[in-house]
């Protein structure tokens, strides 16, 4: 009893595989298999080869067909080969077709280039024409909206504009405006900063509103002037900038000594006498006129002269009474050449 049930479970497993056969062997991406059968035998084998333009990467190339009807599988790996040999390659382009309405809205979401492949698909989904909006604007720390309107559901569209504005006392870095972009996304977003500048300093030769010793904010300001008889020139206002340095201060100027005291001059609109001038000084910035002689055509004509910082230069033509001869005529009352020329 015992060998014929042996002999007969053996027929079993043997008769029951003998005839088991393998279906298609599995597709592996950019590769092809030989050969190519409706079905395979056990113990058929197949080679895998990469398509053109691809080349191994890793793995096995052949599958077996084993006894129980499925297959070892291979597990080669193809990858684009690093220099591609020369091919036809297709690209589709899209582009966002704006009616001439003025504002554009939309924009296209997505690839706007899809490549032909080999596996006869195009390498990317088509895009889509979408209303581009913006989500409601971020408020960066010590901002507030100035200008805020969102739209229906609180979103804002491309090209729309917020204005931010700062706490008191803070400053707004960048673009006070930031605008709904075409990415869906807010551009230029202002920070607003803490600025404290250190005590303002004195100037020379000047003096400073009452100010104390202490941080000041932004914004706050303190006013210049200067000690007589300096003169002050630039801005008399000097405030606490973006920065937390003061914007430009002004700054003290030197009166002028002029030390020709007979010339006659005209001073601011009069003819006059330097030596009738208090000191014999004019203040920064102030013009004398001097009269010099054209001997040629016995007249007179004008030279203007600044005082530039404590410096006065006085023109070359003017020549001290009676240099010449104790009755040579003074130029200031000569007639008046032409044309202003010298000489
Ligand atoms: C496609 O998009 C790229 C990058 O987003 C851009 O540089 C290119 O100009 C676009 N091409 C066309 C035709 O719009
Ligand atoms: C709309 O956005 C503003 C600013 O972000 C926010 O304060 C407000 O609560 C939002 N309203 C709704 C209904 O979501
Ligand atoms: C911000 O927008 C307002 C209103 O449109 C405009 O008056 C202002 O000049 C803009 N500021 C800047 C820095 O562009
Ligand atoms: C939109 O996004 C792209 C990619 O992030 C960027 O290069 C481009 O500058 C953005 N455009 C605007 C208007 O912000
Ligand atoms: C005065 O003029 C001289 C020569 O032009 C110049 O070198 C000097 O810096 C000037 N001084 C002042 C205080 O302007």
Redesign the pocket.
């Known amino acids: 009893m015992r060998l014929p049930t042996l002999i007969a479970g053996l027929c079993l497993l043997h008769c029951a595989t003998a005839g088991k056969v393998c279906a298609r062997p599995r597709t592996i991406e950019s590769a092809v298999f030989r050969p190519g059968k409706v079905v395979y035998e056990s113990r058929d084998v197949v080679t895998y080869s990469c398509i053109a333009g691809y080349e191994k990467e890793s793995g096995n190339d052949k599958a077996v067909c084993l006894a129980l009807g499925n297959w070892e599988h291979a597990t080669l790996k193809c990858r684009r080969e690093s220099d591609p040999s020369p091919r036809y390659i297709y690209y589709i382009?899209y582009?966002l077709y704006t009616p001439n309405t003025g504002v554009t809205m939309y924009s296209l979401l997505g690839a706007?280039?899809s490549e032909c492949l080999e596996s006869g698909k195009w390498s990317q989904k088509p895009p889509v024409c979408e209303v581009v909006t913006c989500p409601p604007p971020p408020l960066p720390k010590f901002a507030q909206l100035d200008f805020f309107t969102p739209r229906e559901k609180n979103i804002s569209i491309y090209q729309d504009v917020v204005t931010y504005r700062c706490l008191q006392n803070f400053a707004l870095i960048g673009n006070e405006n930031a605008t709904c972009t075409e990415n869906g996304t807010w551009s230029g977003i202002p920070e607003c900063r803490d600025v404290k500048c250190n005590p303002p300093t004195v100037i020379p030769n000047g003096f400073m509103s009452f100010s104390l010793y202490r941080k000041y904010n932004y914004k706050e300001f303190v006013t210049y002037g200067c000690n007589p008889p300096y003169t002050l020139e630039g801005p008399r206002i000097s405030f606490c900038d973006k920065d937390g340095e003061w914007s430009q201060k002004p700054s003290c100027k030197a009166p002028c000594h002029v030390n020709t005291p007979k010339a006659n001059v005209l001073y601011n609109g009069r003819k006059t006498r330097v030596d009738e001038i208090a000191g014999q000084q004019i203040h920064h910035g102030d013009i004398l006129t001097y009269f010099c002689k054209n001997k040629i055509d016995k007249c007179a004509y004008t030279v203007p002269s600044q005082c530039q910082d404590g410096n006065f230069t006085v023109p070359a033509c003017y020549k001290k009474p009676g240099t010449f001869s104790l009755f040579s005529t003074d130029p200031s009352k000569m007639t008046p050449c032409a044309q202003e020329s010298e000489q």
């Open positions: 382009t582009k706007n280039e």
